[in-house]
């Protein structure tokens, strides 16, 4: 018993250690040569793992591409309970610029940016897995700022009539130039730390311009 206890969590570990080779091995293949381009023989050559290995972790290329995207929502939830706690907010101005500059920051990150162009090359391939995407990352985010500014409204620190435009209002004063830009220009398009605190801080100018009480 003392043996089995012993070892056990090496053997996980050794499994997890496995996945996560899998799947930041497939990550930088699907991202070079596409879902088409990649075979699961590459990946298991550059996680530096057997083919059944990759097939007993994921069923088919299918699950692993799918794995990879969602995987990449996981924090969303994190950020989306900072957002809930402006709804308390003492100095909006302040606070709305933070949240602003954190957002933007998590964001236009060029791993991130890489994935999104990946998915939309391949929505029409798996409109299912671009719609879970998109509910867990951009929707979920939207839908904190709606939740957001409808409490602000309700404390009348904002003037609302349509929260969830309001939201998305917020959300593309913020990020659709350096957004826009990277979709097209791919990873040649990097900003500073300093740029993006200038959308930020230019997007809650605006936004607090035609919504603040």
């Known amino acids: 018993m003392t043996d089995v206890a012993q070892t056990t969590p090496q053997v996980e570990g050794r499994s997890a250690r496995k996945?996560?080779?899998?799947?930041?091995?497939?990550?930088?293949?699907?991202?070079?040569?596409?879902?088409?381009?990649?075979?699961?023989d590459e990946v298991a050559a550059l996680a530096a793992v057997s083919k059944q290995?990759?097939?007993?972790?994921?069923?088919?290329?299918?699950?692993l591409f799918r794995d990879i995207i969602l995987g990449a929502t996981d924090r969303v939830g994190e950020f989306t309970e900072v957002v809930a706690q402006l709804a308390g907010t003492e100095d909006l101005e302040e606070d709305l610029g933070e949240l602003a500059r954190r957002y933007i920051t998590v964001v236009i990150q060029p791993r991130t940016l890489q994935l999104r162009r990946l998915l939309i090359a391949e929505a029409g391939r798996?409109?299912?897995v671009a719609r879970d995407y998109y509910q867990r990352a951009p929707g979920r985010t939207i839908d904190a700022f709606t939740d957001c500014f409808q409490k602000l409204a309700d404390r009348g620190?904002?003037?609302?009539d349509d929260p969830p435009l309001a939201a998305s209002h917020f959300a593309w004063l913020i990020l659709s130039q350096p957004m826009d830009k990277a979709m097209f220009f791919g990873d040649e398009q990097q900003y500073t730390p300093a740029e993006l605190?200038?959308?930020?801080?230019e997007g809650v100018r605006v936004f607090l311009a035609a919504y603040r009480t």
């Open 197 to 201: 605190q200038h959308f930020a801080d």
């Open 126 to 128: 798996f409109p299912a």
């Open 19 to 40: 996945r996560r080779a899998i799947m930041e091995a497939a990550t930088g293949l699907f991202l070079r040569n596409g879902y088409q381009g990649t075979s699961m």
């Open 53 to 63: 290995t990759v097939y007993k972790n994921f069923t088919d290329k299918e699950q």
């Open 157 to 160: 620190l904002l003037r609302i």
